[in-house]
């Protein structure tokens, strides 16, 4: 099965075609204020290098965010417009999730995915590997970072973009008598959405069918309507 996986949530633009566990092609590149013009020749160039034809995709797999909201529009309306000229499902991912598969198993007993959502808040999300698989035990939340590490416990896994911003933050919630965790910092490159991973997890959907409907299908966006902060805190578990 053949799924064409992209993310714009984030600074990094990433793009992949994967074949089952096989990936075909993959694409990094800087998202900038120039996506919209880019991001189709950018896909023409991954179909040549993958070897394939548009139409020989079963699938198309989108990164749903938290993240920049106009870059996850740009990247939700180019999946859509594809799933309906090519008749195909279309998947959608938070973000979040995709991250969170950079922290492999044994690494650490829990990990916690925080982007930068501006104004001294994060978007995070706690995961925890059970049997193997990698099971997230909070809600998407929106919050201050001080709230998301009450979560956790044992050895903790940070990643994403939020981790340079609140590194000295949580080394120092770290040394403080009443702390449960241990961080451990995964390297830059493992902070941003890969659309290998992405399509992955998609692959796993589609044996399910488990598809998005194309109509609704929006970003996954925490921040209220009129964009004035809501400040949330969610349950450890049992928020799935």
Known sequence: MKILALDTSTNHFSMAIGDGEKILAVRTMKNDRALSSKIIPAMDKLFIKSGIEPRQIDAIAIGTGPGSFTSLRVGIATAKGLAYALKKPVIG????????????????????????????????????????NLERLSDYLLVEPQKILKFLKGTVAFAGDGVPLFKEFIKEKKRSKSSRFSPVFLEEREWYPSAKNLSLIARARYEYKDFDDIGKLVPLYLYPEDCQVQKKQGKAKGEE
């Open 93 to 132: 991912v938070p973000s979040l999730d995709v991250v969170a598969m950079n922290v492999k198993q044994k690494i650490s007993d829990q990990a916690c995915i925080v982007f930068d959502a501006k104004r001294g808040l994060v978007y995070a999300a706690v995961y925890q590997y059970l049997d193997g």
